[in-house]
């Protein structure tokens, strides 16, 4: 498996929250190579690995598959979008940004931006309800093409950085996705410890709503959340932050299993993987916290790969980061250590 590569096309495939398709459907092809018999279901991605084993304790792999972005909300009598955020968007960057509107066929866009020379002054941060979109068309003919509810992301390409490093937008949480691909990759092969399932859950950025149902239909032992987490950047709170190229985060945290977050911690000392630890000292704000209180309850732990520039068009990660997620998920599965 080329890791850059499938980042790459799952990070540029459109995703936002509640319009996953196009993304889990790229998304499903890429885990039939390992798991056959993967599908759709309501809307997250589902896959078993290898062999059901009766009295193995199941296990399940968890990355969002939705991204940030926005939706359409009005059209001005002069042509311009109006628009509503669908997840938690950094709007002080909005402005001037290109966009795609995803109506009856894609169209490009740019978010108005008023020249500081107008501004009188003024540095206050964009909001929704004062920004729209120009497209350069009328509004008679956007109503041919772009419907109330269609939405928008951000348009953007991946680039490479220096060393190992990439910058686009929805690394948040695609990088995931493709640490769990690459850790079946490793995989296989090898007996597991664990009934292994994989799932792309979907609306994560909306409260975690796919991570729930899936929760619920798969009913697992443990739980596994891997997205992303804050890597240090100039002027943050490093006590805060991870640092990129120095392994996954992996939590730790009153509303996790302290038993799962040190085997992780073990599997890697044990495997000489470097790793992170990520300390919360309440809900982890991810997948996790839906799995943790999944029916009676499930064993549930984070693992995060270091990210820079969270929620916006220019988010940081190492690939480093990514495949050292995947080999420590895979040592930590190879063994069965509850």
């Known amino acids: ?29 890429m885990l039939r190579e390992y798991c056959p018999g993967a599908g759709i279901k309501n809307g997250n991605v589902i896959g078993r ?8 304790p199941s296990l399940v792999l968890d990355a969002h598959i939705d991204q940030i972005g926005m939706i359409v909300t009005y059209i001005t009598d002069e042509g311009f979008i109006r628009m509503g955020n669908i997840g938690g968007i950094d709007r002080r960057l909005l402005p001037a940004q290109p966009v795609v509107i ?26 929704f309800d004062n920004a729209a979109v120009d497209t350069g068309m009328s509004k008679e003919e956007l109503e041919e093409i772009v419907s109330l509810g269609d939405h928008i992301t951000f348009d953007v390409k991946c680039r490479d950085l220096m060393g190992s ?3 686009g937008g929805a690394l948040d949480d695609r990088c995931g996705v493709a640490a769990l691909l690459y850790t079946l990759d490793l ?36 739980a596994i959340a891997v997205d992303v987490s804050f890597a240090y950047a100039n002027g943050e709170n490093e006590e805060n932050c991870g640092y990129l190229g120095k392994g996954p985060m992996i939590g730790i945290s009153p509303s996790l299993s302290r038993e ?8 890697a000392e044990t495997a000489g993987i470097p790793s992170q630890r990520e300390v919360m000292s309440g ?19 984070t693992v995060s790969i270091p990210l820079r520039n969270m929620h916006t068009p220019v988010e940081v990660i190492d690939l480093k980061d990514v495949e050292l997620t995947a080999k420590l998920l895979a040592e930590y599965i190879k063994e069965d250590r509850s």
């Open 1 to 29: 498996m080329e890791l850059k590569s499938t980042i790459k096309a799952l990070s540029e495939t459109a995703g936002t929250s509640g319009n996953e398709e196009a993304a889990a459907e790229l998304a499903l092809g």
């Open 49 to 56: 690995f290898g062999e059901f084993s009766p009295g193995k």
């Open 102 to 127: 995803h109506g009856k066929k894609d169209i490009s866009g740019v978010i108005c931006s008023v020249p500081p020379h107008l501004a009188s002054g003024g540095s206050e941060v964009l909001s």
């Open 165 to 167: 490093r990439i910058t």
């Open 187 to 222: 995989l296989r092969g090898h007996e597991t410890a664990y009934n292994v399932t994989v799932i792309f859950s979907t609306q994560e950025e909306l409260g975690e709503r796919g991570a729930k149902i899936g929760a619920f239909e798969i009913d697992p032992d443990i």
């Open 260 to 267: 799962i977050s040190c085997g992780l911690l073990a599997a």
């Open 283 to 301: 809900m982890t704000s991810t997948n996790a916290d839906r799995y943790s209180v999944n029916r009676c309850g499930v064993k549930t732990c």
